[in-house]
């Protein structure tokens, strides 16, 4: 598959504890954005990475969020001491060069009991 | 950060019918993008277009950058076209995209 894929598909979890989405962009996509989606509402952007430049991290919403990426491959969204309104569809896309063409994989469900 | 209002915010259309989306944007942008969300939430990218006009089949879009709005056109709807629609932009001067809250449309056969 040629798309933008995300693991896991779903995540159950309990409040308090850490978790740790993954995102594997199309090959040679050099932009990767991150997403927050919660249900019946628009996407809010959370993180993006350009190549090696320092990521632009304007949209975490508190410092238990983070991401990483090695190079222009995988990145880890984690989230720590996980709370019930993080609840929501964590949504991963890629694009080429830059803010371009964006492409979207299937998104994380993650439910926090 | 840039504002971005899609309206109607829904729609429900008989087959067959046509429909026009609109997204206001409240500044400048170098970039715009339409997506459709199916109904099992995965985002289909439909049109670049930060100027202009493009066409896909049924679908077409506009984009008065000057005025600051983009029209999607949707002819002879089908009920796989269900879903919602998001406009999204980036702003000349940043790298985030704004999205707005969509417009949800259901297609009745």
């Known amino acids: 598959g040629a798309g933008v894929s995300q693991s896991p598909s779903n995540k159950v979890t309990e409040k308090g504890k850490d978790v740790e989405l993954r995102c594997d962009p199309i090959?040679?996509?050099?932009?990767l954005y991150w997403y927050r989606q919660r249900l019946g509402q628009g996407l809010e952007f959370l993180i993006y990475f350009q190549g090696n430049s320092a990521p632009d991290k304007s949209g975490l919403p508190s410092d238990r969020f983070s991401a990483e990426r090695t190079g222009e491959s995988v990145s880890t969204l984690t989230i720590q001491r996980t709370q019930q309104e993080d609840s929501a569809v964590y949504l991963c896309a890629s694009s080429s060069s830059g803010p371009g063409t964006q492409y979207f994989g299937p998104g994380t469900r993650l439910l926090v009991l | 950060g840039i504002q971005v209002e899609q309206s109607p915010p829904d729609l429900i259309l008989q087959e067959g019918a046509n429909s026009t989306l609109r997204c206001n944007f409240s500044d400048s942008v170098n970039n715009l993008q339409w997506f459709h969300q199916n109904p099992w939430g995965q985002l289909i990218n439909l049109f670049y277009?930060?100027?202009g006009t493009k066409q896909n089949g049924r679908l077409s879009a506009t984009t008065v950058a000057t005025e600051r709005y983009s029209l999607l056109y949707i002819s002879s709807s089908q009920t796989t076209d269900s879903g919602v629609y998001f406009c999204?932009?980036?702003?000349?001067?940043?790298?985030?995209?704004?999205f707005g809250t969509g417009t949800s449309l259901t297609v009745i056969p």
């Open positions: 277009i930060p100027s």
């Open positions: 090959s040679g996509h050099t932009a």
């Open positions: 999204a932009v980036i702003s000349s001067t940043g790298n985030q995209f704004y």
